[in-house]
């Protein structure tokens, strides 16, 4: 039997004040005292009032919602008013309310502000955590000069379900990852003290396993073991409670059977007991009050009396915390202790911001800036996976003749920017279509949209399709979804290209010319059928404000393509959900399994797990991308056979250029534990790194692991090392790479 070494939970002082940088110890101090005499000034209404949180905030400020201001009725408002009338809000809420106590304003700041980046799945698909801080801390600086001092994001659900529109904002299937990016854009936001007026507090969401909704459909239940949980849902979520998030956001889903909203295994148990959280915790839109809905709660004064108790500071838009708190309390039902607690909550986060401090900033407006666009084109460049490139056609030569753009998102701006955006102009955006021809010349660009949409089924474009295509020497396709087709509330059934796209592109392949295809898309699809047709295949997501300049700069060789997939591309919706790190079950197929042989249905290789009608394998594997240029892997060494539970292995792999381009491959560590007392998955992802290689040029990447490294949660949720044989690999993608082995004693 194995020995089992428990690693001692709750170490971390996860998200508390303490946990920020030095500099925010110090400029942080004396806050509780000042929360503490606050909240010993305030009425039951006035508490109240800071725990709810609204949407109506007319443009201009009615009379009524001054006066509920000056009451202290509301403590936060969100996705709501100019500019102007946050400046004249807060205005009335510092001067004319009794106490004083400033507003705090939300934001659905996803991927950028009024600069648009990359959608997060795109975004992590870059790896590179440092880039997409960045783009954080210049989508604070835009928001937080319009009055916006709280975003709601980063969104760390684990996605493994492309039906999910809301993959789209998520860093895709895998914890680890999620975890980096988690890390990245939580500090990206709040810099170095969120009392730099350019910062802003972030909010990890959505609490918890709302990626895991059954069927891939929006707002639907999770049914996740603990274990699972833990071991995949919430491993992000504690990387942004470690780094300093200001704040959590609960999920709209059921966990279990308990809404999220009520989950107090989830707020109580884990957020607040075991990761010591000392930040703020909002519900989702409406969620409390949908805990009716879900049949959790009796009514609203239930939902309220649950959530409260659960541990939820702030009620998003319903107002059952306003209708019912005071009676709650009067007759008993509700805990005034908790009011206060979240009360406290709230007013520290509104303290650490500097709000009640900083004089209010006159009404200013944000724009693009050279800057930022040039690192929205970076990382949409860095962004974009290269998933086929028959015969090298990719890149094109500048000396090219002409080039046929088509497609449905060869030109629309709105579509190229991806779901959640509130703030980006379509002003502000530069197209392929745009980019291709201020690159090329007006006169060697032949463009026809072919469709109207992404959805649209008819073939009335074609002909003109056909025409621009006939001129070209080469077709460049820019296929995927609009941006409506993804996102909150857009579950899809089927993963393939809408509309007549696969025909528009059958077609004009009937020409014979070389073709790519660009495809943006708020998820993995599927496009066997194009692909097919196709020399080259770019998936560059929805890339934001500067995707058209970023893809043309990677279809002329300006760039090379270095993206690597964060969520497994299925071959057919049927597959789903399908991820990278799954168990081996008892009857792995082997590789190259695919149906029953015609005429053997009894032949015993048959009965393993895949599927007769289908590969089981993936279209595409996590962690796949090309380049321009090819990489080997080889001289896997490992520094011991041997690991000790206090010791290190580190383990190292020769990376080379073989390619006459320079590229940058993100180089990806995976292990697998062989034998555990809860069965582990076939890899799990433990580091990654971007390696730029010029050609010809060889560079030995090394990893060090270390026990904790090794850890996972066993049957009675503890966190664990068990001593056993691990396998190793360095790797380009989940599926490929050198492997080792070493062993934990
Ligand atoms: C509902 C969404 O689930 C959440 O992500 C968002 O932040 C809020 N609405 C506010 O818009």
């Not at 303490?18 to 508490?47: F, N, Y």
């Not at 942004?240 to 609960?250: N, R, Y």
């Not at 009335?460 to 077709?475: E, K, N, S, T």
């Not at 080889?634 to 390619?659: E, H, P, Q, W, Y």
Request: aromatic share 8%; hydrophobic share 45%.
């Amino acid at each position: 039997m194995k020995l089992t070494h428990c690693i001692v939970a709750g170490l971390v002082c996860a998200g508390s004040a303490e946990c920020q940088s030095p500099s925010g110890i110090h400029a942080e101090a004396g806050i509780e005292q000042r929360v503490e005499a606050l909240v010993g000034r305030m009425t039951l209404d006035e508490k109240i009032g800071q725990m709810s949180q609204s949407t109506s905030m007319s443009t201009p400020l009615s009379g009524a919602i001054r006066e509920e201001i000056r009451r202290g009725r509301w403590g936060s408002f969100l996705n709501a008013g100019s500019p102007a009338d946050r400046a004249e809000a807060q205005r009335i809420a510092r001067h004319e309310s009794r106490l004083g106590i400033p507003l705090l304003f939300g934001r659905d700041v996803i991927h950028g502000y009024r600069t648009i980046f990359p959608i997060p799945l795109g975004q992590a698909a870059s790896w590179d955590p440092e880039l997409i801080g960045q783009a954080a801390r210049i989508a604070a600086s835009e928001a937080a000069r319009e009055g916006i001092r709280w975003a709601f994001a980063p969104m760390l659900d684990v996605a493994r379900d492309p039906r999910w529109g809301r993959i789209a904002e998520s860093p895709g299937e895998d914890p680890y990852l999620g975890a980096a990016m988690a890390t990245a854009i939580v500090r990206g936001f709040q810099g170095e003290s969120l009392a730099d007026p350019s910062s802003i507090a972030a909010c990890a969401k959505h609490f918890a396993a709302y990626g895991a909704v059954e069927a891939g459909r929006d707002y639907n239940s999770a049914w996740v073991p603990e274990v699972l949980l833990r071991e995949v849902y919430l491993r992000a979520f504690h990387a942004a409670a470690d780094a300093g998030a200001a704040s959590f956001m609960t999920s709209f889903n059921a966990l279990n059977g308990v809404p999220a909203s009520g989950n107090a295994l989830l707020l109580a148990t884990i957020l607040r007991g075991e990761w010591k959280y000392r930040g703020m915790v909002v519900s989702d839109y409406n969620a409390i009050e949908e805990m009716i809905a879900h049949g959790y709660a009796a009514d609203g004064a239930d939902a309220a009396r649950k959530a409260l108790t659960a541990g939820v500071d702030m009620e998003m838009v319903s107002t059952d915390y306003f209708d019912h708190l005071k009676s709650l309390v009067g007759r008993g039902l509700a805990d005034s202790k908790h009011i206060d607690d979240a009360v406290h909550n709230i007013l520290r986060l509104k303290f650490r911001l500097g709000l009640f401090d900083e004089s209010i900033p006159a009404p200013a407006e944000s724009g693009v800036t050279p800057e930022s666009l040039a690192l929205a084109r970076r990382l949409a460049a860095e962004s974009a996976v290269l998933l086929q490139n028959k015969g090298g056609l990719l890149p094109l030569s500048e000396s090219l003749g002409s080039l046929a753009a088509i497609g449905p998102l060869a030109d629309s701006p709105i579509d190229q920017m991806g779901t959640w955006v509130m703030d980006g102009r379509p002003k502000d955006v530069e197209t392929p279509l745009a980019a291709l021809r201020s690159q090329l010349g007006e006169g060697r660009v032949f463009y026809a949209p072919g469709l109207r949409n992404s959805r649209d089924a008819s073939r009335a474009g074609f002909a003109a399709a056909l025409d621009a295509a006939r001129r070209a020497d080469v077709v460049v396709f820019f296929l995927g979804e609009e941006q409506i087709l993804s996102g909150e509330a857009r579950s899809r059934a089927f993963l393939n290209l809408p509309g007549a796209q696969d025909d528009l592109v059958a077609a004009i392949a009937a020409l014979g010319k070389p073709m790519a295809a660009v495809i943006m898309a708020g998820r993995p699809l599927t496009f066997q059928e194009t692909a097919a047709r196709v020399n080259a295949v770019l998936y560059a997501f929805h890339p934001g404000s500067m995707g058209g300049p970023a893809l043309a700069d990677l279809l002329f060789g300006r760039g090379t393509p270095s993206g690597k997939l964060t969520a497994t591309f299925p071959r057919t919706v049927g597959q789903v959900p399908i991820y990278y790190a799954h168990l081996n079950t008892g009857r792995p197929a082997p590789q190259d399994a695919s149906g029953i042989p015609v005429g053997n249905p009894a032949q015993p290789e048959g009965y393993t797990s895949k599927y007769i009608d289908a590969d089981f394998t993936p279209e595409y594997p996590f962690g796949y991308g090309l380049s321009y240029t090819r990489f080997d892997y080889s001289n896997l060494k490992l520094s011991s056979a041997f690991m000790t539970r206090t010791g290190t292995v580190t383990v190292s792999a020769d990376i080379a250029n073989t390619g006459n381009r320079e590229g940058t491959e993100i180089v990806q560590l995976y292990i697998r534990d062989l034998v555990a007392s809860v069965a582990q998955p076939v890899r799990a992802l433990k580091g990654f790194r971007r390696v730029p290689l010029g050609p010809g040029e060889k560079s030995t990447v090394s990893f060090t692991l270390d026990a904790a490294a090794l850890a996972f949660y066993n049957q009675h949720n503890q966190l664990v090392t068990e001593p056993g044989r691990f396998q190793v690999w360095i790797a380009p993608d989940s599926a490929h790479g050198v492997e080792g082995e070493f062993t934990l004693r």
